[in-house]
Nanobody, 125 residues
Framework: QVQLEESGGGLVQPGGSLRLSCAAS????????MAWFRQAPGKEREFVSA???????YYTDSVKGRFTISRDKSKNTLYLQMNSLEPDDTGVYYC???????????????????WGRGTQVTVSS
């Protein structure tokens, strides 16, 4: 089993920045990918960003140039640096991981086996 725990959410004004962290514990793996998803009130969970074990990164179009995903393998921790935040970035941000996920499924939440409980991000003035 893998346990994931997010932290770093909060309330920030438009244009501000936050850095989310996701600490992984338990079984670790050397393949697959880790990702960030978010869910706004009344909306479905949506893909934000992912990083494969190889280091390749992927972003949804709306966050390209503003968000940066990274991973510290020595600390088993995933990060999401979020800059130039907008009100539409508001939501609960979830960390996800799966050792078997393939590239064609990397943006699909249904293909991730492990999830954190989420951390709230609110962008408002």
């Amino acid at each position: 089993q893998v346990q994931l725990e997010e932290s770093g959410g909060g309330l920030v004004q438009p244009g501000g920045s936050l850095r989310l962290s996701c600490a992984a514990s338990g079984r670790t793996f050397g393949s697959g990918a880790m990702a960030w998803f978010r869910q706004a009130p009344g909306k479905e969970r949506e893909f934000v960003s992912a990083i494969r074990y190889s280091g390749h990164t992927y972003y949804t179009d709306s966050v390209k140039g503003r968000f940066t995903i990274s991973r510290d393998k020595s600390k088993n921790t995933l990060y999401l640096q979020m800059n130039s935040l907008e009100p539409d970035d508001t939501g609960v941000y979830y960390c996800a991981a799966d050792p078997r996920i393939i590239l064609s499924s990397i943006r699909d939440a249904r293909h991730y086996d492990y999830w954190g409980r989420g951390t709230q991000v609110t962008v408002s003035s």
